[in-house]
């Protein structure tokens, strides 16, 4: 029998003959490759999170190869000689053989720590483009609470993965947490004792906080996040408006090559910035601050950033106690169980509230800028201001110490400020956005500053401006409709500078002419907005 | 089909999508001076990359760190040494590599492919109305086989198994988990408590479990001290709840506290003529170090003002008014240990902080 010859060429398309064969995937696949995604460089603020998840995952694992959750008490005989001699847990011992003698055990650490960090940041970051935006609108409603649901885990996610080494610090916020769930009415003392299997510490609490950090939390994150951009997917990406954008299509890139070869390339990025942080900037240098001892704490003990607000809530709280029918509230709960409630339950619901001030029920496909929805900005800066008064004040110490201020002056500037600064944050965040959106309108209706000067016969001085739209037979130009997309304001931005040139030292070519802005389908052009 | 480019077979396909490419340009010229450039731009970052990785493997395994690869009898150096430089060389080495990567990766993609802009139909809302009707009369159809509606009993019949499984379901975590707070009475009782120390009284001791004498404290000065339980763990996070402050008072700031102390019902002087008959011994003052806020170490003692401050909430406590919380959010006293002086010398609690709860205050805590 002849052995037939193996014709290399022909074989990538045999083996996607094969594959089709059973799958049938040739149509839903090609549908996938084609899928148009919309670009801008603030789609890419929630992929920076989706990133640290992913380095994350990667470090999370190499931690847990060498990390032991437990509270038994051991005495330190290890590489790190100013430690040797104490007293502490096994947790704590793990902790530091992690950062001495593992090699490479503390960049990963670092890395860990980092990332973390960089993923709550970036939670944060994309919520308020998306806010600002206004892409939570119908139909992202659900997205919008995925999201909301996700910064809340990781919120949990990284305060339990903070309590895990044992150390000074993170004993101290432990102890805080048990004082947060011993203020909740009723059930209080309870819920804490269950939790500890006890009186705080306890012996058990690391345990259960590691299979939440390694297990439980990160499966339920995994889960929401591929439900979150499996939404993106489905219900397609919002875009900015602009010329052939309307409310019924997508125009951008297909999904491959370009745009996935772009992702690619962000991803290492971010992973690239995570290990240059991990492996440059000292981070949680537990061996600094020792094992946790409950008469022990120093001051300028901060939480990580993503906790400070509540830190500093808490801080603010003044000291009000009800006590009634032999019963007592603590103050505790307010700034620290019903705020987060708040600030739970209020925003979730805020795509819902905005619809019913503004009495729009329609699907939103178009971005908004945020100056074209005032009010909604307004909204925003208030809560921002909110927001950093609380971060701010969870360091109030170190900015008394820091500025010699006295500390209870910082306290009383931040109750005043809490209540005092958001309202003026809405006035200003409103204020501009009008202004600005005044402006665009004014560009529109008269043209660009050209900064020529004339002077009239009657010896005026005016400013030529150049109209955007062709002018009629009397000079004056056609009226231009606000279509919610940036208005070119620089005659730089009209073309009156020339292309730039390539290359280093001399042009890599002679300069080529300027490029015409590419054509688009006449019933595009006439459906912007 | 033979004629047409297999970019007009692309374009096709993507049409039957509702995608249509309107624009598709190369950024340059093939060929040409600026696109060979680019190329080699991106094989700079590629090399580089690789390079970097390189140095980051021999970094890793020749960097003097630990006594790689065995770890036995190796020992931290303190000060500066080559060590430090272990950590940061690595995040060097593997920021550069992945930077250089991603940097090469993005100039290819975002140079090296042609741009376009194409363009697909977004479907705005739901469904047909056909389609919504017959999926919803589907599903309600499913509703009907099931036949409940005809079917009372079953309905019925159904709430037993979803309330047996559901009670079982959550029986079993909630009764593993759960603990009485009240038997024993956890919140009540401290390490002072003389069950702690087979019945007998409880010293005070250091955290290096030696007993106090009062003249250890000098005047104006405070050391944290512990119950010296009869376990020998006093110090340690068994008995979180129970370190105080033993603090040594100037005689007027000692005879101010004794004058507020009258007003309380606790750690009164019991014995007007004896200083020693109340909560205090001598100008010798113990309140418990767990702040009545958040249960952070209030630790922070200013000499000058006699104030503690909890550097946690900033919480402020002024002790020749018995511990009264003047600034910040804690709205209780820190309670006070009774102390004494025992037979040998040494100080003891005379009770476990006369039965109030130490720490942060909860819904069943009495008035304190």
Redesign the interface.
């Known amino acids: 029998m002849k052995r037939r010859k193996l014709d290399v060429k022909q074989l990538p398309a045999k083996v996607a003959g094969e594959v089709d064969d059973r799958f049938h995937a040739a149509t839903p696949l090609?549908?996938i490759l084609?899928?148009?995604f919309p670009d801008h460089w603030s789609f890419l603020l929630g992929e920076i999170a989706l990133f640290s998840f992913i380095v994350l995952l990667l470090t999370g694992t190499f931690l847990a190869l060498f990390f032991e959750p437990s509270m038994q008490?051991v005495v330190y005989d290890g590489?790190?000689?100013?430690l040797r001699g104490m007293?502490m847990s096994r947790a704590f011992e793990t902790s530091l053989e992690l950062s001495?003698?593992v090699?490479?055990g503390?960049?990963m650490r670092?890395?860990h720590h980092w990332a973390a960090l960089l993923f709550m940041a970036a939670i944060v970051i994309h919520m308020c483009r998306i806010f600002f935006t206004g892409a939570f609108r119908k139909p992202r409603e659900l997205n919008w609470i995925l999201g909301m649901l996700m910064f809340w885990l990781g919120f949990l996610e990284g305060f339990a993965g903070y309590s895990l080494p044992d150390d000074a610090l993170s004993?101290?916020g432990l102890?805080?947490a048990?004082?947060?769930m011993?203020?909740?009415?009723?059930?209080?003392?309870?819920v804490?004792?269950?939790?500890?299997?006890?009186?705080?510490?306890g012996e058990i609490i690391l345990e259960r906080f590691y299979i939440l950090h390694v297990f439980l939390l990160p499966l339920v994150l995994l889960t929401l996040i591929t439900v979150h951009i499996g939404l993106v997917f489905i219900q397609?990406h919002t875009q900015w408006p602009g010329p052939?954008r309307t409310?019924?299509?997508?125009?951008?890139?297909?999904f491959v090559?370009?745009y996935t070869?772009?992702q690619?390339?962000?991803?290492?990025?971010v992973?690239?910035?995570i290990?240059?942080?991990?492996?440059?900037f000292q981070i949680n240098p537990i061996w600094l601050f020792g094992p946790?001892?409950?008469?022990?704490?120093?001051?300028?003990?901060q939480p990580d950033w993503y906790v400070m607000f509540l830190?500093g809530s808490?801080?603010?709280?003044?000291?009000?106690?009800i006590?009634a029918f032999?019963?007592?509230?603590?103050?505790?709960l307010w700034?620290t169980v019903v705020l987060p409630g708040i600030l739970t339950v209020v925003p979730m619901l805020y795509p819902w509230i905005e619809a019913r001030f503004t009495k729009d029920r329609g699907?939103h496909?178009l971005l908004q800028r945020p100056r074209d929805m005032p009010e909604r900005t307004g909204f925003g800066v208030a809560s921002i201001t909110f927001y950093l008064v609380l971060a701010l004040s969870g360091g109030?110490?170190v900015i008394a110490d820091k500025f010699h201020i006295s500390?209870?002056a910082m306290?009383w500037a931040g109750r005043i400020g809490l209540l005092v600064l958001p309202p003026l944050g809405y006035y200003l965040g409103r204020r501009i956005a009008l202004g600005l959106q005044q402006h665009d309108r004014e560009v529109l209706a008269h043209g660009v500053e050209t900064g020529i000067i004339k002077l009239l016969p009657n010896g005026q001085y005016v400013e030529v401006h150049q109209p955007l739209a062709p002018v009629d037979d009397h000079g004056h130009p056609e009226q231009l409709p606000y279509a919610g997309w940036t208005v070119p304001k620089k005659m730089n931005r009209l073309g009156a500078l020339g292309p730039a040139i390539?290359?280093f030292f001399k042009p890599?070519?002679p300069a080529s002419p300027p490029k015409t802005p590419?054509a688009?389908?006449a019933k595009?052009k006439d459906k912007v907005h | 089909m033979t004629e047409k480019s297999r970019f007009e077979i692309v374009r096709e396909g993507a049409r039957k999508d509702g995608i249509e490419i309107v624009h598709y340009e190369s950024q340059f010229a093939p060929g040409s001076k600026t696109e060979n450039r680019m190329v080699r731009i991106v094989a700079f970052f590629f090399l580089l990359s690789g390079f970097a990785g390189l140095a980051f493997v021999a970094a890793y395994v020749w960097w003097p760190f630990t006594d790689f690869p065995s770890v036995d009898g190796w020992e931290y150096a303190p000060g500066n040494s080559p060590m430090k430089g272990f950590t940061p060389i690595l995040g060097l080495t593997l920021g550069v590599t992945l930077l250089a990567l991603g940097l090469g990766i993005l100039t290819w993609g975002k140079k090296l492919m042609p741009h376009e802009i194409a363009i697909q139909e977004r479907h705005v809302g739901g469904s047909s109305p056909e389609e919504r009707k017959l999926t919803g009369n589907t599903l309600a159809f499913i509703g009907q086989e099931f036949g409940l509606s005809r079917r009372p009993l079953l309905k019925v019949a159904l709430a037993a198994p979803a309330a047996g499984l559901g009670a079982a379901a959550l029986a079993v975590p909630v009764g593993m988990l759960i603990k009485d707070p009240h038997h024993p009475d956890i919140f009540f009782t401290t390490g002072f408590n003389p069950v702690n120390n087979n019945g007998k009284p409880v010293r005070l001791m250091r955290e290096d479990n030696t007993y106090i004498r009062p003249e250890d404290v000098s005047v104006g000065g405070q050391i944290t001290a512990f119950p010296a339980t009869a376990d020998g763990h006093g110090a340690s996070n068994k008995y979180a709840d129970s370190p105080v402050l033993l603090i040594h008072l100037r005689q007027q700031d000692a005879d101010h506290l004794r004058g507020q102390l009258q007003n309380h019902s606790q750690n009164k002087l019991q014995n007007p003529s004896d200083p020693n008959s109340g909560g205090m011994y001598g100008n010798l003052v113990a309140y418990s170090k767990i702040c009545t806020h958040a249960g952070c170490p209030a630790s922070l003692y200013e000499q000058q003002t006699n104030k503690l401050l909890c550097p946690c909430h900033q919480s402020q406590f002024l002790i020749t008014e018995n511990a009264r919380p003047v600034f910040g959010p804690a709205t209780r006293r820190l309670p006070m240990l009774p102390i004494g002086l025992d037979e040998e010398g040494f100080l003891y609690a005379k009770s476990d902080f006369g039965g109030v709860p130490v720490g942060p205050a909860f819904w069943e805590k009495p008035e304190a």
């Open positions: 090609r549908g084609n899928k148009v008490e590489s790190y000689t100013p007293h001495f003698d090699r490479g503390l960049i670092q890395m004993g101290t102890r805080i048990s004082a947060i011993l203020s909740i009415p009723i059930v209080g003392s309870w804490t004792t269950s939790l500890f299997g006890g009186e705080f510490p397609k052939g409310n019924n299509n997508v125009v951008g890139e297909r090559p370009r070869i772009k690619a390339g962000f991803f290492m990025m992973f690239g910035v290990a240059l942080m991990g492996g440059l946790y001892e409950a008469a022990v704490v120093s001051a300028g003990s830190d808490t801080r603010l709280m003044p000291a009000w106690e006590r032999g019963y007592t509230i603590p103050p505790l700034p699907h496909n109030n110490d500390l209870n306290t390539k290359g890599a070519e590419p688009l389908p595009d």
